[in-house]
């Protein structure tokens, strides 16, 4: 295995954990803007308010896409031994 392949396999790791934490924090993100955009209009500032909604969405998020995200997962970590296979 030379520099080659582990910068290959360096950089298919980095795009897996995109796909497995991408959809959870996209809708971290967008809930968090829109609660942002809630307390500036109506001037409540209050700490709780931006963390439970995001839980509950983030949480809701990886529960829909967890069957995606394992299919991925199971993909990487099969392609790993497989590579692993051909080095012995």
């Known amino acids: 295995m030379n ?4 910068l290959a396999v360096g950089r298919e790791a980095m795009i897996v ?8 924090m996209l809708a ?18 209050e700490q709780t308010l931006t963390f ?7 949480m809701a998020t990886i529960v829909v896409f967890l069957p995606f995200m394992m299919t991925a997962l199971l993909e990487f970590t ?5 590579r692993a296979i051909g080095l012995g």
């Open 3 to 6: 520099e080659l392949d582990v």
């Open 17 to 24: 954990i995109l796909k497995i934490a991408g959809p959870a």
């Open 28 to 45: 971290g993100m967008v809930v968090g803007v829109i609660v942002a955009l809630f307390q500036a209009l109506t001037s409540i500032q």
């Open 52 to 58: 439970v909604p995001k839980i509950v969405v983030m």
């Open 78 to 82: 099969r392609t790993l031994f497989d």
